[in-house]
């Protein structure tokens, strides 16, 4: 089956605009979570969404948003990018219930200038 | 979830088997151990989980030791293509949460 699907997989903004990332999970998958991954601080949880509602939260800016749409496709927002917001992100998603693995995507790499 | 520490980097021979080591020493009794791997530039990979008794799949096995402070991820014959980081991670499997605590993770290098 498909696995999880990030599009765009790379993006360059300037820096004080805004960007919205797309993340298709595996069919059936209903939980998606969101990460940043940077060289100095690793991989970070940002959030995760569960049948369209947000069910934990990373400790992240407010310009870091999500949502979830009832197909369980999720987008995250990041608005008025620094420098500092130039990083891998990644979704990765799983059924919310199992007590396997979760499933991740390729990232997106996103560049801010 | 309980704090888990790993050596920041290894070196393995092809061929030969890679054990990375894990401590967890705070683990509470219904946490279970999780493995993934994150080769360059790619999203992390699900490798193998456990919560008291050994495990092998088709990628690895997973010691846990008895008292369940420790673990050993076994790569039985490491390839060139097993060079990634990997990350051990102590968690509810219920929790109801799709958050999971990376901490900097073991860079395993295979070498020919």
């Known amino acids: 089956k498909a696995g999880v699907t990030q599009t765009p997989r790379y993006l360059i903004k300037t820096r004080g605009q805004q960007v919205t990332l797309s993340c298709s999970p595996i069919?059936?998958?209903?939980?998606v979570s969101w990460y940043q991954q940077t060289p100095g601080q690793g991989l970070q949880f940002l959030f995760e969404?569960?049948?369209?509602?947000?069910?934990n939260k990373g400790n992240f800016p407010g310009r870091f948003s999500g949502r979830q749409f009832s197909n369980s496709r999720s987008e995250m927002n990041v608005s008025t990018l620094e420098l500092g917001d130039s990083a891998l992100y990644l979704c990765?998603?799983?059924?919310?219930?199992?007590?396997?693995?979760?499933?991740f995507g390729s990232g997106t790499r996103l560049t801010v200038v | 979830d309980a704090k888990t520490t790993q050596p920041p980097s290894m070196d393995c021979a092809e061929g030969r088997a890679a054990n990375l080591p894990c401590n967890h020493s705070t683990i509470s009794g219904n946490e279970y151990v999780y493995w993934y791997r994150q080769i360059h530039s790619q999203g992390p990979q699900y490798i193998i989980h456990?919560?008291?008794n050994n495990e092998t799949n088709e990628m690895a096995s997973l010691i846990i030791t008895e008292d369940r402070k420790s673990s050993t991820l076994i790569l039985p014959h490491a390839t060139l293509r097993d060079t990634a980081v990997y990350y051990c991670i102590v968690r509810l499997p219920t929790s109801n949460t799709g958050k999971l605590i990376f901490g900097q993770g073991t860079t395993l290098q295979v070498k020919p």
């Open positions: 069919s059936g998958h209903r939980s």
């Open positions: 990765a998603s799983s059924s919310g219930q199992s007590t396997y693995g979760y499933t």
């Open positions: 456990g919560l008291k």
């Open positions: 969404y569960f049948s369209e509602t947000q069910r």
